[in-house]
């Protein structure tokens, strides 16, 4: 059993940052790309950005420029820093990962619970 668990979401105001942090724990061999997704009310969930083992990354349109993910292949956690945040932003965010708990067979998607980020205007 692999859990993904997200920390650092809150009430910001517009213009402002927060930075997320997404650690995985469990039975883990390898994890290959991990990645931030968000969702907001009434919306489909959407890809933030991603980034590799190897540390190649791609952001969604809206938040280039002002969000930089990174990741610690350590210590299994990767993050999101979001600066100038707009009240558009305001969403849940997920941690994805693609982890492999053997040396055998495919890598297994895996979310977190949600983190709740609030922007206000």
């Known amino acids: 059993q692999v859990q993904l668990v997200e920390s650092g979401g809150g009430l910001v105001q517009a213009g402002g940052s927060l930075r997320l942090s997404c650690v995985a724990s469990?039975?883990?061999?390898?994890?290959?790309?991990m990645g931030w997704y968000r969702q907001a009310p009434g919306n489909q969930r959407e890809l933030v950005a991603r980034i590799t083992k190897t540390g190649n990354t791609n952001y969604a349109d809206s938040i280039k420029g002002r969000f930089t993910i990174s990741r610690d292949n350590a210590q299994n956690t990767v993050y999101l820093q979001m600066n100038s945040l707009k009240s558009e932003d305001t969403a849940v965010y997920y941690c994805?990962?693609?982890?492999?708990?053997?040396?055998?067979?495919?890598?297994?998607?895996?979310w977190g619970q949600g983190t709740q980020v609030t922007v206000s205007s």
């Open positions: 994805n990962a693609e982890v492999k708990a053997r040396s055998y067979g495919r890598p297994v998607p895996t």
């Open positions: 469990g039975v883990i061999y390898r994890i290959d790309d």
